[in-house]
């Protein structure tokens, strides 16, 4: 083992660096230590290297800055380096040049080379046969834009289509808004071209009239079962999801006349009218028409105003002395659609008004539509030859994928049913690895926006299935090489494993033990924290690595007055967070010692008991927020670490501890200065309460 210490950027100016070398050799017999102004540099990497060459090292602990940077200098082929956090978590916020500074950095020290001498060597999995073919299910816009650019990038593609024609709703559209300026005529579809050029690729296989009877496996090894009048299995390494969409309901929309009349039509049955009959005289479009309504969709489907414009312009295509009538709560179109808006708009015989339609009465000449709180003002009363809703976008059923997962048969939805796994910067992600959803199932839009989620979300099954390749976890532990690995003596089948997991990387026999998919993990350790018998574990991230870092440090006793709280902070948005309070020279206490997990939900009860029991007078958990308005990076993380509260308050009844021994607070990523004030006000609360009576023992 070996460790290299930098001085630069103040650390060596803040804490006295041959005393931190000489904690070293106390904890470590003959670990092989430097120090350099500047290890980043190319003299520092240099010096490094030499090092780890003459010590013959393969364990690394690096003194310096925080692990978040510096990433690509400090990565050394068959090295494993711990990064140790002196600058950020340390001399940027404590007093320079003092004792309990000192004493910070010594222990946060300590628990590095604890840690690095209590992880096993990592040696990832890597399944023996990865595929690499990738199964598309939906034959619209989304899927046949994945599968064309899969095919194109040298992979197999099975595209899995349950109607007798490739297109979706794409491939049922009369015309097509102008191009991206917003401007010019309407243009005929191009669906039929793309899927031409899909069925004739020489890398995909069209398989129509066809359903999905069963997925099972895992990334690089699912297998699939078609129900397609044959016995039809396929193995594939990732999945598009591209199953579209259907209209709202309209029949619930009985007080906008649906269904009294023929003249009253959806914008999908307008626009095969539109096709083949004669335009009427006057049409009249009544947009969200379902839609932002908490009684019937919520949301605004986006695809709406922009599709009944374009309709208008159908009207007033076939039929030149039409009149259209379009009543909106708001206009909403996207992007460049804004000036195929204004393009509308400037028609004198499309006649536009914001207003609340109060009710819609068809008799057998005309419909007579009455709008109130309308721009003029007042009730205003339109008689019209046919009546357009604009009804909202509702995402098919992911059931059909038939996943035999434990915890469901499709893809887990967010709000509104559709299957998006809430990741804010990572949309095509799903909560079932390896499985990404494109397209309308994944959230509302419209055409241009489906096609560029085609090829993201192939882009992201691409990645996956060379990740499972080099046996690297993907987002959001992208290129972590380690995987769950289960000591099943200890277990008891308690089944905490299987249900807490949020990607599913569980099932179970039928006596309900485990049985993991390594390939399926995300690498988040909420296993780790479920499991009361210590069964999982990762090769750098276990209970014995966690605890090692805690007993590794000195506990003062009672009479010193020097507390000792130890926080666990989620890698990230709490330890981010903590990094910018660094770097915006916040002052915290030094009686904080910090271990960062994967995810809070990670923290195991034991870890909890150990440093109780070695003497810390707090433990302080801080994660990410949980719930809508936020997220968890690993889904609920956070919500099973409040659920797990009523556990650890036993705990300390157990040891006759006070409850406030044990905080959990939760922050965003930009929270630094929230994250100060927490810690800040802990350690002050613990002072009062005062030591824990296990200092003495």
């Not at 799903?430 to 397209?439: D, E, F, L, P, Q």
């Not at 390594?518 to 750098?540: K, N, Q």
């Not at 008991?609 to 927020?625: E, N, R, T, V």
């Amino acid at each position: 083992m070996a460790l290299a210490v930098c001085t630069g950027c103040g650390i060596g100016d803040g804490i006295d660096m041959e005393h931190l070398m000489q904690v070293a050799g106390e904890e470590v017999d003959g670990i092989a230590c430097m120090k350099h102004p500047a290890l980043c540099s190319e003299e520092g990497i240099d010096h490094l290297l030499r090092l780890v060459r003459d010590a013959g090292a393969d364990r690394l602990a690096i003194a310096a800055c925080s692990p978040r940077v510096k990433s690509e200098q400090f990565r050394m082929d068959g090295v494993y380096v711990e990064r140790i956090n002196l600058r950020e978590h340390v001399v940027w916020v404590m007093e320079p040049d003092d004792e309990d500074t000192q004493m910070c950095a010594e222990d946060h020290l300590r628990m590095g080379l604890a840690n690095l001498g209590a992880i096993s060597d990592i040696h990832p999995y890597i399944p023996e046969q990865v595929h690499s073919d990738i199964l598309v299910v939906g034959g619209g816009l989304a899927g046949l834009t994945a599968t064309l650019d899969g095919a194109s990038a040298g992979y197999r593609v099975h595209l899995v289509e349950k109607s007798d024609s490739l297109g979706g709703y794409a491939g049922r559209l009369y015309k097509l808004m102008p191009a991206l300026d917003g401007h010019g005529e309407l243009r005929e579809p191009d669906t039929s071209v793309l899927a031409e050029q899909v069925l004739a690729h020489p890398e995909v296989e069209v398989y129509l009239d066809s359903t999905i009877g069963s997925i099972s496996g895992e990334p690089g090894n699912f297998l699939v079962q078609l129900e397609n009048g044959k016995e039809t299995s396929l193995t594939v390494g990732s999945v598009v999801v591209s199953t579209g969409w259907k209209p709202y309901d309209a029949t619930r929309l009985g007080h906008m006349g649906y269904g009294l009349s023929p003249k009253i039509k959806t914008l999908e049955e307008f626009e095969k009218h539109s096709k083949r009959e004669k335009i009427p005289d006057r049409v009249l479009f009544i947009l969200c028409a379902g839609s932002r309504d908490e009684a019937h969709l919520p949301y605004c489907s986006s695809y709406c105003c922009s599709a009944a414009l374009k309709q208008a312009l159908y009207v007033r295509e076939r039929n030149p002395e039409a009149q259209v009538y379009i009543i909106y709560r708001d206009i909403r179109t996207m992007g460049f659609q804004e000036e195929f808006y204004k393009m509308v708009q400037s028609d004198d015989a499309i006649f536009l008004t914001s207003g609340v339609v109060d009710s819609v009465s068809p008799d057998d000449a005309r419909v007579r539509v009455t709008v109130k709180d309308s721009l003029l003002d007042e009730m205003i009363s339109l008689e019209t030859d046919m009546v357009v809703l604009a009804t909202g976008m509702v995402p098919s059923s992911t059931e059909d994928l038939q996943l035999q997962y434990r915890l469901g048969k499709g893809l887990p939805e967010i709000e509104y049913s559709f299957s998006d796994s809430h990741f804010i910067c990572f949309p095509y992600e799903t909560r079932r690895t390896g499985i990404y959803a494109a397209g309308t199932v994944r959230a509302p839009m419209d055409l241009e926006s489906s096609r560029e989620d085609g090829a993201g979300a192939m882009m992201k099954a691409i990645q996956c299935i060379e990740c499972v390749k080099r046996g690297e976890a993907v987002h959001p532990r992208a290129g972590d090489l380690t995987f769950p690995e289960l000591y099943m003596d200890r277990c008891t089948d308690c089944k905490r494993c299987t249900e807490e997991c949020p990607f599913g990387a569980y099932d179970e026999d039928e006596k309900g033990t485990p049985l993991s998919n390594p390939s399926r993990c995300r690498r988040c350790g909420i296993c780790v924290g479920s499991c009361p018998e210590r069964v999982i574990g990762f090769a750098d991230f276990s209970i014995n690595s966690v605890s090692a870092m805690i007993k590794s440090i000195h506990v003062p006793d009672e009479f010193e007055e020097k507390p000792r709280i130890l926080v666990f902070v989620c890698e990230n948005d709490a330890y981010p967070a903590l990094d910018a309070a660094g770097v915006n020279r916040l002052k915290f206490s030094p009686y904080i010692r910090i271990i960062p997990v994967r995810c809070l939900g990670s923290v195991n009860k034991v870890w909890i008991s150990d440093a109780l029991s070695h003497g810390y007078d707090g433990i302080l958990q801080i994660g990410c927020k949980p719930g809508d308005d936020y997220q968890c990076h690993f889904i609920h993380g956070s919500e099973l670490t409040e659920q797990r509260g009523e556990n650890l308050q036993e705990t300390l009844e157990t040891m006759m501890l006070e409850p406030e021994r044990i905080r959990t607070r939760f922050v965003e990523i930009t929270d630094y200065r929230e994250i100060q004030k927490i810690i800040n006000e802990y350690v002050e609360e613990l002072e009062l309460i005062g030591p824990n009576p296990f200092k003495s023992l």
